[in-house]
């Protein structure tokens, strides 16, 4: 089994940067892809940017390309996501994820696609 713990989140005002964190233990993986998602009040969860751990091909939702940037560490099984200008609408429940073991060469943006969620770590932008 995995386990994922993300950390990070908080209240910033607009224009503002935080860097979540999320690390993962238990069962390890020679190759697989791990993913951000947010899901604001009243809204379905929505694919935020991933990573391939081998290889560290990225992918982004277009709402966040030019303000995040996910990046990985694999010597502590620790992915990131730096957010910088952040925006009021940003404003969500921030989780990571991690796929099952295979060859992955994109990270996917599909929720079925991961097997493994943390619990979710609150981001609040402030206008």
């Known amino acids: 089994q995995v386990q994922l713990v993300e950390s990070g989140g908080g209240l910033v005002q607009a224009g503002g940067s935080l860097r979540l964190s999320c690390a993962a233990s238990?069962?390890?993986?020679?190759?697989?892809?791990m993913g951000w998602f947010r899901q604001a009040p009243g809204k379905e969860r929505e694919f935020v940017a991933g990573?391939?751990?081998?290889?560290?091909?990225?992918k982004y939702a277009d709402s966040v390309k030019g303000r995040f940037t996910i990046s990985r560490d694999n010597a502590k099984n620790t992915v990131y996501l730096q957010m910088n200008s952040l925006k009021p609408e940003d404003t969500a429940v921030y989780y990571c994820a991690q796929t099952e073991q295979g060859t992955w060469y994109a990270a996917p943006q599909s929720e079925p696609r991961y097997r493994y969620w943390g619990q979710g770590t609150q981001v609040t932008v402030s206008s």
């Open positions: 238990g069962r390890t993986f020679s190759n697989y892809a």
């Open positions: 990573i391939t751990w081998i290889g560290g091909s990225t």
